[in-house]
């Protein structure tokens, strides 16, 4: 069943055209990855999904044209608030809702241990590294139980062994609750192995080049055997988005090195 | 225990080892005396060279007053001024708690009115263009020739002495906001206006409290002119507060006590500062935060990427 539809979606600011006509969908359950280089626009489709700004195009969600609250959204940068304690970050979403603070407290507790907080709830924070602020603004973004998730390269920021194990992380809990998922990144890797389905972006103006379905049983993560089939899936992407290698013997006065 | 990502492993064995360590000696592995007397020697290094020449000064003042065949009545030593300040400190006490009041009314009134019209300015971009002009001129007006006038019209209550101080404090305090305001992170701002958020409520929960570290940048500034701006109010007309005891004391030719009454002023002016640093620490606790990681040592028991 589609959940969320959009169909030739456009958006040009001023004479810069950055999306140029866009159609994808995201079925109920499904994790989905928008993949595309730096500039290609993703960040720019989050914030017309989210209403921040407008374009043309039909955005659709369960058969209805998009109305405004359907999503939970995680900016590209962590955006934790410098000045609210991590269980104060996590409640944000449901007190702008009009929940109590003390109601959404309870509601959110709970999943500190999950998230991989659990005693950090009163630390501040600038106090946590780069990882934990990730989860603790993952935490945020879930506990608000919209239809959908938008995560906007959550873990472009960290380093690449952080990001490896939070990609695992991520991986993990998602199994445990199947949040209906839309991830934009430019990390081929992170893509394969979280998604069933990756959209590839050209460069800008961006328009889908691709659809790649990821057939992988989960965990993804368990088996050697599985990593061969991910890396496959890896270089047939690479070979999208930057043109396949010039083979060895159209070039024989270059030196090999293996 | 040292405890470092294992790359051959989940990351869920990474991420759980990682807290069990910090669950167990994390956040209390700090111990807190040692943080403290590190605090106090830095704060005793930090103030020390201020002291000493501050001392020095005293000094070479104490002997030149002495031994420079100086009359009193023209450079009094310091241990003149102070032993007539001792004599005098009836007076002095009567007319010191004035001057507070004036200073902390016009102060009080000065920060309601910069918070009220800096968040109107901030709802309103044409209402700053039309304000800002104005406000930058206030503070090219000369206080000598302002303050007489502003007697003249309200007479020798507190009203002018309130609108004196606010005219020299609210300027710094209003710029710091509306700039702390425009300071706010784009995506804090995205982000609350995803989760639904209002304008309204965007400005409560994310412009103000961004503002904070601004403001109270201004608030430091503000504070050291209003004691200063109280007193040239009394000095222009008022029946008691340090501003009119200066000057009788001058008009008597006794700079001792006109030094006894600056010296007064500046000590009100450095509580009053202080107070401002106190309430800033106090108002803004995740700065003290800020350098500090949980975990013991401040070493992070993981692999995991630092900000
Ligand atoms: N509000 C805006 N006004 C003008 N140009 C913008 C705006 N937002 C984004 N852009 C431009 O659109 C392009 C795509 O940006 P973005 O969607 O952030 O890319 P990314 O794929 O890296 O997330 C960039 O060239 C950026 O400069
Ligand atoms: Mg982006």
């Given at each position: 069943m589609k959940r969320l539809e959009l169909r030739d979606l456009r958006k040009s600011f001023g004479a810069l055209e950055v999306l140029a006509g866009i159609s994808l969908h995201v079925a109920a359950g499904e994790f989905v990855s928008i993949l595309g280089p730096s500039g290609a626009g993703k960040s720019t489709l989050f914030q017309l999904l989210t209403g921040a700004i407008r374009g043309e195009g039909e955005m659709r969600f369960d058969g209805a044209p998009l109305d405004g609250a359907r999503f939970a959204f995680m900016p590209?940068?962590?955006?934790?608030?410098?000045?609210?304690r991590i269980i104060d970050n996590a409640t944000l979403g449901l007190e702008v809702q009009g929940m109590k603070r003390s109601e959404a407290r309870e509601r959110v507790a709970p999943l500190f241990a999950e998230f991989g907080l659990?005693?950090?709830?009163?630390?501040?924070?600038?106090?946590?590294?780069g990882g934990m602020r990730q989860r603790a603004a993952l935490l945020r973004t879930v506990?608000?139980?919209?239809d959908m998730l938008l995560l906007d390269e959550?873990?472009?920021?960290?380093d690449a062994l952080t990001r490896a194990a939070m990609q695992r992380w991520l991986e993990t809990i998602w199994r445990s609750h199947r949040w209906t998922a839309l991830l934009i990144t430019h990390d081929v890797r992170e893509a394969v192995l979280l998604s069933d389905r990756i959209y590839v972006l050209s460069e800008r103006?961006?328009?889908?080049v691709r659809e790649v379905a990821v057939p992988l049983p989960r965990?993804?993560?368990?088996s050697h055997e599985l990593a061969r089939e991910a890396a496959a899936i890896e270089a047939d992407i690479l070979d999208t988005l930057l043109g396949r290698p010039v083979p060895?013997?159209?070039?024989?006065?270059e030196n090999r090195n293996d | 225990m040292a405890v470092w990502y294992d790359p051959l492993r989940g990351g869920e064995g990474a991420s759980s080892r990682e807290l069990s360590t910090i669950g167990e000696?994390?956040?209390?592995?700090?111990?807190p005396p040692q943080g403290e007397r590190l605090a106090f020697t830095r704060t005793f290094a930090n103030f020390f060279p201020a002291a000493l020449a501050f001392a020095l000064l005293l000094t070479a003042w104490e002997l030149y007053a002495r031994f420079?065949?100086?009359?009193p009545t023209v450079l009094p030593a310091p241990s003149r001024v102070l032993a007539q300040a001792w004599e005098n400190r009836a007076a002095l006490a009567d007319n010191t708690l004035p001057t507070i009041r004036a200073t902390l009314a016009g102060f009080a009134f000065s920060l309601v009115a910069a918070f009220i019209l800096s968040a109107l300015v901030d709802f309103l971009a044409p209402l700053r263009r039309a304000l800002f002009p104005l406000l930058i001129a206030s503070q090219t007006l000369p206080l000598v020739a302002i303050a007489p006038l502003v007697v003249l019209w309200?007479?020798?209550?507190l009203l002018p002495k309130i609108l004196l101080v606010a005219l020299v404090t609210f300027f710094p305090m209003m710029v710091a906001l509306v700039e702390g305001y425009a300071a706010t992170s784009t995506e804090i701002s995205q982000l609350l206006a995803a989760m639904g958020a209002g304008r309204w409520r965007i400005f409560w929960l994310a412009r103000l409290p961004s503002a904070l570290p601004y403001f109270f940048a201004g608030l430091r500034i503000s504070i050291t002119y209003a004691v200063v701006g109280a007193i040239f109010a009394e000095y222009a007309g008022?029946?008691?507060g340090l501003g009119i005891y200066m000057l009788s004391a001058k008009n008597n030719f006794r700079p001792d006590l006109v030094l006894a009454a600056v010296a007064v002023s500046s000590a009100l002016t450095l509580v009053l500062f202080g107070l401002a640093v106190l309430v800033q620490r106090l108002a803004m606790p995740w700065e003290n935060a800020k350098g500090e990681r949980a975990g013991p040592g401040g070493?992070?028991?993981?692999?995991e990427g630092r900000r």
């Amino acid at each position: 069943m589609k959940r969320l539809e959009l169909r030739d979606l456009r958006k040009s600011f001023g004479a810069l055209e950055v999306l140029a006509g866009i159609s994808l969908h995201v079925a109920a359950g499904e994790f989905v990855s928008i993949l595309g280089p730096s500039g290609a626009g993703k960040s720019t489709l989050f914030q017309l999904l989210t209403g921040a700004i407008r374009g043309e195009g039909e955005m659709r969600f369960d058969g209805a044209p998009l109305d405004g609250a359907r999503f939970a959204f995680m900016p590209q940068r962590d955006a934790l608030m410098p000045w609210r304690r991590i269980i104060d970050n996590a409640t944000l979403g449901l007190e702008v809702q009009g929940m109590k603070r003390s109601e959404a407290r309870e509601r959110v507790a709970p999943l500190f241990a999950e998230f991989g907080l659990a005693g950090f709830e009163r630390a501040w924070p600038a106090e946590l590294s780069g990882g934990m602020r990730q989860r603790a603004a993952l935490l945020r973004t879930v506990v608000q139980q919209r239809d959908m998730l938008l995560l906007d390269e959550p873990f472009g920021a960290l380093d690449a062994l952080t990001r490896a194990a939070m990609q695992r992380w991520l991986e993990t809990i998602w199994r445990s609750h199947r949040w209906t998922a839309l991830l934009i990144t430019h990390d081929v890797r992170e893509a394969v192995l979280l998604s069933d389905r990756i959209y590839v972006l050209s460069e800008r103006p961006a328009r889908i080049v691709r659809e790649v379905a990821v057939p992988l049983p989960r965990p993804r993560t368990e088996s050697h055997e599985l990593a061969r089939e991910a890396a496959a899936i890896e270089a047939d992407i690479l070979d999208t988005l930057l043109g396949r290698p010039v083979p060895i013997n159209e070039h024989p006065m270059e030196n090999r090195n293996d | 225990m040292a405890v470092w990502y294992d790359p051959l492993r989940g990351g869920e064995g990474a991420s759980s080892r990682e807290l069990s360590t910090i669950g167990e000696s994390g956040r209390d592995g700090q111990s807190p005396p040692q943080g403290e007397r590190l605090a106090f020697t830095r704060t005793f290094a930090n103030f020390f060279p201020a002291a000493l020449a501050f001392a020095l000064l005293l000094t070479a003042w104490e002997l030149y007053a002495r031994f420079g065949g100086i009359a009193p009545t023209v450079l009094p030593a310091p241990s003149r001024v102070l032993a007539q300040a001792w004599e005098n400190r009836a007076a002095l006490a009567d007319n010191t708690l004035p001057t507070i009041r004036a200073t902390l009314a016009g102060f009080a009134f000065s920060l309601v009115a910069a918070f009220i019209l800096s968040a109107l300015v901030d709802f309103l971009a044409p209402l700053r263009r039309a304000l800002f002009p104005l406000l930058i001129a206030s503070q090219t007006l000369p206080l000598v020739a302002i303050a007489p006038l502003v007697v003249l019209w309200f007479g020798f209550g507190l009203l002018p002495k309130i609108l004196l101080v606010a005219l020299v404090t609210f300027f710094p305090m209003m710029v710091a906001l509306v700039e702390g305001y425009a300071a706010t992170s784009t995506e804090i701002s995205q982000l609350l206006a995803a989760m639904g958020a209002g304008r309204w409520r965007i400005f409560w929960l994310a412009r103000l409290p961004s503002a904070l570290p601004y403001f109270f940048a201004g608030l430091r500034i503000s504070i050291t002119y209003a004691v200063v701006g109280a007193i040239f109010a009394e000095y222009a007309g008022a029946a008691k507060g340090l501003g009119i005891y200066m000057l009788s004391a001058k008009n008597n030719f006794r700079p001792d006590l006109v030094l006894a009454a600056v010296a007064v002023s500046s000590a009100l002016t450095l509580v009053l500062f202080g107070l401002a640093v106190l309430v800033q620490r106090l108002a803004m606790p995740w700065e003290n935060a800020k350098g500090e990681r949980a975990g013991p040592g401040g070493n992070r028991p993981s692999g995991e990427g630092r900000r």
